[in-house]
């Protein structure tokens, strides 16, 4: 199995590189951010919950995430892998996964962590608000708000990686091509190990 943790500060470009990814590798794109906007879309309770959080550029309750994915690996218990695209976000949530994937047999092979500056990720956030219509990525404060939290709250999640040896870093500057370019080379080496 090919268990990948894609990580990054909000407009890093996650979500793209993952389609891509999944494509090529034949994985399972699961990413807690799509999940929780289908929720909204549904209108349901924990929805109309996470909404509260998202739409002040707080992390949502590490319980309903972790729930979520639970859901999903069980679902898909017959994956060749995954790509975790936004999940983990904290420390609480990286060892609640390895401890999931602990009963599926297969650890995470390795985190991949895109690099942008943060005037290049405001101006990305900013554009794909316009563009998507997602409330959190229109207002300048909950932009600033989401890279805050990303420091306080997210960045010790790739310390819980270095620590396992598992953490690769990619400059996510440059075309999309060239950035999964990249991202190939670090993956066909882990796989090549
Ligand atoms: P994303 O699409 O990954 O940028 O996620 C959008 C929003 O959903 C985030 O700003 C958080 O409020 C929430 N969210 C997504 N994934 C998580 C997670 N793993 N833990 C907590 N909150 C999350």
Known sequence: MLNIVLFGPPGAGKGTQSQYIIEKYNLIHLATGDMLRAEISEKTQMGLEAKKFIDKGQLVPDETV????AHKLE????????????????????????????????????????????DELIA?????????????D?????????????NTETLPVMDYYKKQGKYREIYGMGTIEEIFQRICKVIDETKGK
Do not use: C, W
């Open 75 to 118: 679902k898909h218990s017959n994956a060749s892998g995954f790509v975790f695209d936004g999940f983990p976000r904290t420390t609480v949530q990286a060892a609640k996964l390895d401890e999931m994937l602990q009963k599926h047999g297969a650890p995470i092979s390795l985190m991949i962590s895109l690099e942008v500056g943060k």
């Open 124 to 136: 990305r956030l900013l554009n794909r608000g316009k563009i998507s219509g997602r409330t959190d």
């Open 66 to 69: 972790i729930g979520m994915i």
């Open 138 to 150: 229109q207002s300048e404060s909950t932009i600033r708000r989401r890279l805050e939290v990303y």
